[in-house]
């Protein structure tokens, strides 16, 4: 019986999760195939377990490890506890460990939201006296641990991103099942190196690829399937658009995914384009409502135009209230006040008129400040966007697809059309 995919001439029982080839297996090249393990703090130890064990519980396919899977890890992290506690040089392996001492490491790495890396892959080899055949896909070269440990069963290969460990198995063909692949080669054999390293490249060139999309979160109606931006967008189709008798107001988030070589989804905005002007809406930027630029409307000065906004909402209805966010000594304490004021406090209809509002108070803002207004003729043609996380007044593109209405930009632009207006009067 011997080790015919990468043979050495060693017995193929003789290695840990050997299983005899077939003879079709023995002619056909070498694929490396990667087996993906969770994605948590313990991927190197689940990694291990795979490739010495064959312990499947930490596959990704596997929703739950259960407690069996668990215990193999915290096996794993008492091995490494132990090989560390019984170094004959403890004063040494710990200044190696960049610890205080060796007791200090044991409790670490028994820590199940600790990460393994190069000293627990050699404490491991040494636990299952295995060569281990690390291949990084950020150097692409492939780091040999283990050779030296006594009785070396033979060789594994795990796939090192940087971030995530995983097992590198040998099979027919990348589709081939855990049944019919190879894990464990025979000390020394380097046969899967250029396969496993082609698997390095492919990681790479799949997280290019994947940090090149753009994603956005997208609400999903159930009646229908049209795609809406947010719940306030959602709750304005339910009433604009007829659906069936059984309709239950159903919907669900889903992440809408554009290749980096695909165009953005029609109204979409580029917030990194030449032709975008962005500012982010913070008392920092001159362009902002936050800034300390004071407007007077109708008979008040307020120290800027969010503290007229925040308290816009209750003039008329509960002028108390009103007055005192006005006089906050900060936009963040006129925003605690306005947040915290009851809802029956606020105009009846404020969503109807807030958009006309923002509008009157550009205007006013920008006929009060001569300095404001050069800062808006300055942004000529481009599409202006203020960039916040409220999604009425501004945008935001945390997947690389902008979402928000950007009416606060929308109000910029339209005042910036009436002072180009006047200007050229």
């Not at 080839?21 to 990667?34: D, E, F, G």
């Not at 460990?97 to 044991?106: N, Q, R, T, W």
């Not at 590198?168 to 496993?196: K, N």
Request: proline share 5%; charged share 25%; hydrophobic share 40%.
């Amino acid at each position: 019986e011997t080790f015919q995919l990468g043979s050495t001439g060693v017995p193929a029982s003789a290695l840990p999760g050997a299983r005899a080839a077939a003879p079709a297996m023995a002619a056909a090249p070498l694929t490396a195939i990667r087996r993906r393990v969770k994605d948590d703090h313990s991927c190197l130890f689940w990694a291990f377990a795979y490739l010495a064990e064959g312990c499947e519980a930490g596959l990704q396919s596997v929703s739950d490890p259960g407690e069996a899977g668990r215990a193999k890890v915290r096996e794993l992290r008492e091995a490494c506890a132990q090989d560390a506690l019984k170094d004959p040089d403890p004063m040494t392996r710990a200044l190696l460990l960049d610890v205080g001492s060796v007791e200090a490491y044991a409790s670490k790495i028994r820590d199940k939201y600790e990460w393994g890396g190069e000293n627990e892959v050699l404490a491991l080899a040494r636990h299952y006296s295995l060569e281990v055949a690390l291949v990084n896909c950020e150097s692409l070269q492939v780091m040999c641990y283990g050779s030296d440990v006594p009785d070396c069963k033979g060789r594994v290969h795990i796939l090192y991103t940087g971030q995530h460990y995983d097992p590198l198995v040998a099979g027919v063909s990348p589709d081939a099942p855990p049944s019919a692949e190879r894990r464990c080669f025979a000390q020394g054999d380097g046969s899967l190196e250029a396969a496993a390293l082609e698997a390095a490249r492919a990681h790479n060139a799949e997280a290019a690829r994947r940090a090149k999309q753009k994603r956005v979160k997208k609400i999903k109606c159930l009646g229908c399937g049209q795609l809406l931006s947010d719940a306030e967008a959602f709750a304005m189709h339910c009433q604009e658009v007829e659906h069936d008798d059984d309709f239950a107001y159903e919907c669900e988030n889903v992440e809408v995914v554009i290749e980096g070589d695909e165009p953005l989804p029609e109204g979409s905005i580029d917030l990194a384009s030449d032709s975008v002007h962005t500012f982010n809406n913070v008392a920092q930027e001159a362009l902002s409502n936050l800034h300390a630029t004071p407007v007077t409307i109708g008979a008040t000065k307020y120290h800027s135009l969010e503290h007229y906004w925040l308290c816009a909402q209750y003039i008329g209805q509960d002028d108390a209230v009103a007055a005192s966010i006005a006089s906050a000594a900060s936009t963040e304490q006129a925003a605690i006040l306005a947040h915290g004021a009851s809802p029956h406090s606020q105009r009846p209809d404020w969503r109807e008129r807030r958009a006309a509002v923002m509008l009157e108070a550009m205007r006013a803002k920008v006929s009060q400040n001569p300095a404001f207004a050069e800062m808006l003729r300055a942004t000529g043609e481009k599409t202006i966007v203020c960039v916040d996380t409220d999604p009425w007044a501004g945008m935001q593109a945390p997947g690389g697809i902008a979402t928000g209405q950007n009416n606060v930009g929308k109000c910029m632009m339209e005042v910036r059309g009436e002072l180009r207006s006047v200007r050229s009067i």
